[in-house]
């Protein structure tokens, strides 16, 4: 249930810019780490590397020891790695039962075609999830911005992660929605998931996450446990902007 | 799979009037639904592909022409007995488009576009110098065997294999496989980000579009015992096979034939008023004011009307 | 030898011209325009009308083609483009549609059969066994004119460097305060200007018929392709490759084959390298 993510000496440049500068931290598994670090940071960037997206452009990434740089986005995610994004964008004509299952399919042509959906699991993860069975049928667009992130947070779970990767879960949502997604982290933590969390929501990040990592223009500034970091010169600094 | 018995009940229905029709209707009339048949298949062809992942093809006459040209120098040039002839062809046409747009379904949107309409210019321009002994170069070829004698013959075969063919992809696009291209076309990196191989998703696509395709085009031109490049590599023919699938309803199966027939019955009605090519301009205009209101077409403006469902502009 | 180099050149001038409208669309606003041929055949069209069946004077004849090429891109623009707000397919299958219709109103109005246009410039000089027709040696000079003002135009004026912020990033250039709404409709208007006049050339080049449009439209693509999105200097050394190769091609080949190498680079370079050989997004 739980994986190990390594993360070794990442560096990756958009042309003259490099947004992330030498990256290395390790998440042991079960554990569930903030990422933290101003607009621009590189937060995102480090997603996208280690899902495949956006090719790193030196450093290495492990999953369980096994590196995984070589490995297409799909392939990556059959090791057990998922991620949500920062802007819900979900297939936009589907209901949000199809949208799991698209989450929910084997990759295999001959299965997708001879195999029906799984309908107990489609209801299974979005109830997991809050969202009820009266939305099952609905459309992206007759959603909330919470119900989007739940949709988002459905649709990477359906891949059966060990390791889940959650960009900005908290962006947009109300008090009550926060409440809903964070107990519903906090469960998946006591079933064994590893988490990378990035959030500017502190106050909600924090009950989640035992250890963080601050990162800035691309690097690593503190690591460690999230009390530490946060207590750090250099981190506070970095936030208010004077580093 | 979501299959209601009203759906097996509505293709029965729409099957049984489909070959109850020769009753009713002239030999004239009959001749025009057999293009439309065709024009309906090669829809479906490009819907398959483009109507549902999003890669637009302009060069589908390339594809059609494989499968075309295939069995014609077959048949024609060594004398192949058409059962074998069009099997091969429908092979070739699948192979043959794989090997040279492989390649191409890496690149995204408006290259992808580009690459085929290159292409079917590629081979129009190679058809008519490479081995003109074999193509029959810019004149093409005649005196082909055909399949059928008679209007109403002509029409039970092209009928029945726009029918076999409909019903399948509507089978295969009802099951998870139909969901999953469609997902592409809406947010590709989504849908590997949920561990699907798109490119397997992407050459499967195109291998249904190509088998339709070689199928609908070998037998195209044993239905007409002729065939001639430039009706065949026409961005005219593009654009017809596009319209066709777009004014019906891209991403549906019902969608592509409704849109061949309005399509080759419009362009049949208009020839006592306008007899040559500016037919097209009532077509084209008709078909640009459909598609700028509605995108999804007049599928989706009927559904629309009926249900007044939200489906997005 | 010294044949083909001219005819080269001639040819090369012809299709950078062909090509630059192209160009300026694909970078500033960023959609696949393929009804830009019709400009070309809608170009053709009306210098015939206006210079050969009312007898207008030829330059009046270009400068209308000009006219009826810029409102038509500026149409196009705000009754097609605007409304489907940046959806790429929509817009590439919109203008394909577009491009049908003025093509089969042509025939509506023209008649389907092709149309001899009169040499612009009436006379033929012979250099070394080359026939050089003036108004192909005008066409040529006209369009290395056209191209350098263009660059000129585009890195020295406020609306030529307006364009470019554009084209590199349309959110960046709002924000700093450039109406890309303008900055559109200008290059729209400017592009189907460019192109109509272009038609006028290449219809005097080839022959006026409605079918015209489909080969010029090609070259146009496999220019910018080949010489990367957007990039002035590259139209204009690639216009010289597909303009010699189809040369070379005809002289020493087979003249039927002319066409398929320019093919071929569109797919080879597309599907190889397809940000174009000569590379980046700029101007
Ligand atoms: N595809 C891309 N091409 C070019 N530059 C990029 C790309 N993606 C990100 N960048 C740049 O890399 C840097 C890091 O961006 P990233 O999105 O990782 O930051 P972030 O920490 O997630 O910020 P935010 O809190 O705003 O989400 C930024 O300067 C950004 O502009
Ligand atoms: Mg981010």
């Given at each position: 249930m739980s994986a190990k993510l390594e993360i070794r000496n990442l560096v990756k440049k958009f042309g003259g810019l490099t947004?992330?500068?030498d990256v290395s931290f390790t998440i042991e598994p079960g554990q569930s780490v903030g990422l933290i670090g101003p607009n621009g940071a590189g937060k995102t960037t480090i997603f996208s590397q280690i899902m495949g997206?956006?090719?790193?452009t030196k450093g290495e990434i492990l999953i369980d020891g096994k590196e995984?740089?070589?490995?297409?986005t799909p392939q990556r995610i059959h090791a057990g790695v998922s991620r949500t994004y920062q802007v819900p964008r979900p297939f936009?004509?589907?209901s949000v039962a199809e949208n799991i299952r698209v989450g929910l399919m084997p990759d295999s042509i001959w299965d997708m075609i001879t195999r029906g959906p799984n309908r107990e699991r489609e209801v299974e993860i979005a109830s997991a999830i809050?969202?009820?069975?009266?939305?099952?049928?609905?459309?992206?667009?007759?959603?909330?911005m919470g119900d989007l992130r739940k949709l988002e947070m459905a649709r990477t779970l359906a891949t059966s992660p060990r390791l889940m990767l959650l960009d900005e879960?908290?962006?947009?949502?109300t008090v009550n929605e926060i409440a809903v997604i964070s107990d519903l982290v906090q469960s998946m933590r006591d079933d064994g998931m590893t988490f990378l969390i990035v959030s500017h929501d502190l106050k909600a990040l924090e009950p989640l996450v035992d250890h963080a990592i601050a990162i800035n223009h691309g690097e690593v500034i503190a690591q460690g446990q999230y009390q530490d970091v946060m207590g750090s010169d250099i981190v506070r600094a970095s936030y208010l902007g004077t580093a | 799979m979501n299959l209601r018995w009203h759906h097996f009940a509505l293709w029965a229905l729409f099957i049984v009037g489909m070959f109850a029709l020769p009753q009713f209707v002239s030999n004239g009339t009959l001749r025009t639904m057999i293009f439309a048949n065709f024009l309906a298949i090669f829809a479906i062809s490009w819907d398959t592909l483009s109507g549902r992942t999003?890669?637009?093809?302009?060069?589908h006459p390339f594809l059609i022409g494989i499968g075309a040209y295939t069995t014609a120098i077959l048949t024609?040039?060594?004398?192949?007995?058409v059962e074998i002839s069009i099997p091969i062809a429908v092979i070739a046409t699948m192979v043959g488009g794989l090997i040279v747009l492989l390649p191409a379904l890496r690149i995204k949107g408006s290259y992808f576009a580009l690459v085929t309409l290159a292409m079917m210019e590629l081979v129009y321009q190679l058809v008519q110098v490479v081995r003109p002994d074999l193509t029959?170069?810019?004149r093409g070829m005649s005196g082909l065997p055909t399949l059928t004698r008679g209007a109403a013959n002509g029409y039970y075969m092209s009928v029945s294999l726009m029918l076999a063919i409909a019903l399948s992809m509507w089978l295969i696009m009802k099951t998870r496989l139909g969901t999953a291209l469609s997902a592409i076309g809406m947010n590709e990196e989504a849908v590997s980000g949920s561990g699907l191989s798109v490119t397997k998703l992407k050459m499967t696509a195109f291998l249904m579009s190509a088998f339709i395709a070689g199928l609908g085009g070998a037998v195209y031109i044993h239905y007409l015992g002729s065939i001639a490049p430039r009706a065949l590599f026409d961005i005219n023919f593009v654009f017809t096979i596009i319209v066709a699938a777009l004014i019906g309803g891209?991403?549906?199966?019902?969608g592509p034939i409704a849109g061949a027939f309005f399509l080759t019955f419009l362009l049949e009605y208009l020839r006592p008023w306008l007899?040559?090519?500016?037919?097209y301009m009532v077509y084209s205009g008709l078909a640009l004011l459909i598609y700028m209101y509605q995108p999804k077409g007049m599928w989706a403006l009927m559904t629309q009307a009926t249900f007044k469902s939200k489906i997005r502009p | 030898m010294l044949q083909v180099l001219i005819q080269g050149l001639l040819l090369s001038g012809l299709y950078a011209l062909i090509a630059v409208g192209f160009t300026l669309i694909f970078s500033v606003?960023?959609?696949?325009?393929?009804?830009?041929?019709a400009y070309l055949l809608i170009g053709g069209y009306a210098y015939f009308y206006f210079a050969?069946?009312?007898?207008?004077?030829k330059f009046a004849g270009v400068l209308m083609a000009g006219i009826f090429g810029c409102v038509l891109g500026l149409l196009k623009f705000q009754l097609i483009v605007k409304p489907l707000k940046g959806n790429h397919v929509a817009i590439e299958i919109s203008t394909l549609i577009l491009a049908v219709f003025l093509q089969s109103t042509v025939i509506f109005v023209f008649g389907d059969s092709s149309k001899i246009l009169l040499p612009i410039i009436p006379g033929v000089e012979r250099v070394a066994g080359a026939a050089i027709p003036f108004s192909n040696l005008f066409a040529a000079i006209a369009s290395w004119i056209i191209l350098l003002s263009l660059w000129w135009f585009v890195r020295s004026t406020h609306m030529g460097r307006a364009m470019q912020a554009v084209s590199m990033d349309a959110k960046g250039a709002a924000i700093s305060g450039v109406d890309a709404n303008r900055v559109n409709m200008f290059t729209w208007g400017l592009s189907g200007a460019l192109g109509a006049i272009a038609g006028v050339f290449f219809a005097s080049y080839t022959q006026l018929y409605p079918g015209m449009w489909v080969a010029p439209l090609i070259i146009a693509v496999a220019v910018v392709i080949v010489g990367g999105i957007g990039s002035i200097i590259g139209t204009l050394i690639v216009a010289h490759i597909v303009g010699f190769l189809e040369i070379l091609t005809s002289a020493?080949?087979?003249?039927?084959?002319?066409?398929v190498f320019t093919m071929l680079l569109i797919i080879v370079i597309l599907v190889w390298r397809p940000s174009g050989l000569f590379g980046r997004e700029e101007l």
């Open positions: 947004a992330t500068n997206e956006h090719p790193q995984i740089s070589h490995l297409a936009s004509e589907m809050g969202l009820g069975e009266d939305q099952l049928e609905r459309l992206p667009s007759e959603l909330s879960v908290f962006a947009g949502l | 999003g890669y637009i093809s302009f060069g024609h040039r060594f004398d192949f007995p029959g170069g810019t891209a991403g549906t199966t019902i007899p040559g090519a500016e037919r | 606003g960023r959609v696949l325009n393929l009804a830009y041929g050969q069946t009312l007898g207008m004077p020493y080949i087979a003249p039927e084959l002319r066409g």
